[in-house]
């Protein structure tokens, strides 16, 4: 028996997660559940997993969902320090890392230090902070496995063991290069000066995923593939110049490893998370993920295209980090959370993001990443500055 514990259980990926969970009850039990608001929601889900533990934001979502659990064995707590423990205490196995943005690293770290199998769907951390994140897995000897879906793709598509061997050289296996997929996102085809006017609700429209607004603003800006480059970078050892991105609008490639003797192997399949997700879990074994079979007699041609960087300058600025290294990443991540609430928030405009980005990126000094306290205070420099840009657009 595997036990579980999920950060962001009210999310997209907590869902899937949970539904994914829900097929193999005899191979996995949920040790604890976490949710930053959606108290309802989390409510829910510890009802029908019996969780021995929640955890919520803030003490008051705390009372309230103590409230609506009385009678049930599930022990309610608040805070950043219980979602470390329940990341990394004796009683759990392996974590699902999918809280949103910056605020996920605590624990994620906290389970690596912990030695724990780490199911990382929360990219945000390992661009944040990725030599102290993979050094925590190296040292700890904690399992670090991809969620996202590209990852998970090119994790299945490189050599088996690859990424448990500490050493990992992509040059000495053989790659030649990693080739990232994207689907370019709801504004792949619309004309660039309309780009300006878009809305909230326009972007979160993705073409084949459904995900949490913050990833699907990024998808439409590709600064969710500048994210996953440095996810790439981190996660396989390769350098800025092996990683290639590759739009194919139809996300049924999600990504794909070139060898130097001109094969190419790709995963592929229908484009749901519960895939990548039941892959993880059961790592090195197979189980059901619920997924309907991938038919591909009834798959309209598959497209490939090179990226526009000039309709997509956030790719440009997340390859910019990659090579600048050092806190370069985390304040581009900083910048881009900031930006991107911001808009959804509607206080600036969608082209606005990769500006206040690129201004971060310009006024902030970035350095070496010798510790996580160095990293979390260029992420608060960049948050700074990125509101101080905002003001100013707003003038
Ligand atoms: P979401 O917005 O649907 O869910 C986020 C979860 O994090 C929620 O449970 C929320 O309660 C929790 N959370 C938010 N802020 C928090 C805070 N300050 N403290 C503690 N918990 C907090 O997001 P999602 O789409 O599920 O994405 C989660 C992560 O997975 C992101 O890093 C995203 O980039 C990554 N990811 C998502 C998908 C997808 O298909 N949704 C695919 C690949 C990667
Ligand atoms: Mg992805």
Same mark, same amino acid.
């Given at each position: ?166 050493? &990992?050289? +992509?040059? =000495?296996?053989?790659? /030649?290069?990693?080739?990232?997929? @994207? $689907? #370019?996102? *709801?504004? %792949? ?84 998370? &519960?895939? +990548?997700? =039941?892959?993880?879990? /059961?790592?090195?074994?197979?189980? @059901? $993920? #619920?997924? *309907?079979? %991938? ?101």
């Amino acid at each position: 028996m595997q036990r579980i514990t999920i950060l962001g259980a009210t999310g997209s990926i907590g869902a899937s997660t949970l539904d994914v969970l829900a097929r193999h009850p005899e191979q996995y039990s949920v040790y604890a559940l976490t949710a930053h608001g959606r108290v309802e929601e989390l409510a829910d889900a510890c009802r029908r997993f019996k969780p021995a533990r929640a955890v919520v934001g803030t003490p008051e979502a705390a009372q309230r969902l103590a409230q609506l659990l009385a009678g049930l064995p599930t022990v309610v707590e608040h805070g950043e320090q219980a979602l470390c423990d329940v990341a990394s205490c004796l009683e759990v196995d392996t974590v699902m890392a999918a809280i949103v943005g910056a605020a996920g690293l605590a624990p994620a770290l906290a389970a690596a230090r912990a030695g724990k199998k780490i199911l990382l769907a929360n990219k945000e951390a390992l661009v944040m902070s990725g030599q102290l994140f993979m050094d925590a897995v190296r040292e700890n000897r904690a399992t670090l496995l991809p969620i996202d879906s590209e990852h998970n793709a090119i994790f299945q598509s490189l050599p088996q063991g690859f990424a448990s061997e500490y050493a &990992r050289d +992509p040059q =000495a296996a053989g790659v /030649a290069k990693i080739l990232l997929t @994207a $689907s #370019g996102g *709801p504004f %792949l085809m619309r004309a660039v000066e309309t780009l300006e006017a878009v809305t909230p609700d326009e972007a979160c429209k993705h073409p084949n995923w459904v995900m949490g607004r913050k990833i699907s603003v990024d998808s439409a800006t590709m600064m969710n593939k500048g994210l996953e480059v440095i996810e790439a970078h981190w996660l396989f050892g390769a350098p800025a110049d092996l990683i290639e991105v590759v739009i194919h609008p139809q996300s049924v490639i999600h990504s794909m490893v070139s060898y130097v003797d001109g094969s190419v192997l790709a995963q592929l399949g229908n484009p749901d998370m &519960r895939t +990548p997700i =039941a892959h993880a879990l /059961a790592f090195p074994e197979r189980i @059901a $993920s #619920g997924v *309907p079979q %991938l038919d591909l007699t009834q798959m309209a041609a598959l497209q490939f295209y090179q990226p526009d960087f000039g309709r997509f300058p956030c790719l440009a600025l997340a390859f910019d980090a990659l090579r600048a290294g050092g806190t370069a990443p985390a304040l581009l991540n900083a910048a881009n959370e900031v930006a991107v609430q911001s808009f959804l928030d509607r206080e600036i405009g969608f082209r606005d993001i990769d500006r206040v980005i690129a201004r971060v990126m310009d006024a902030v000094p970035h350095g070496p990443a010798p510790s996580i306290e160095a990293v979390l205070a260029q992420d608060a420099r960049a948050r700074e500055s990125a509101r101080g840009f905002i003001a100013q657009l707003r003038r």
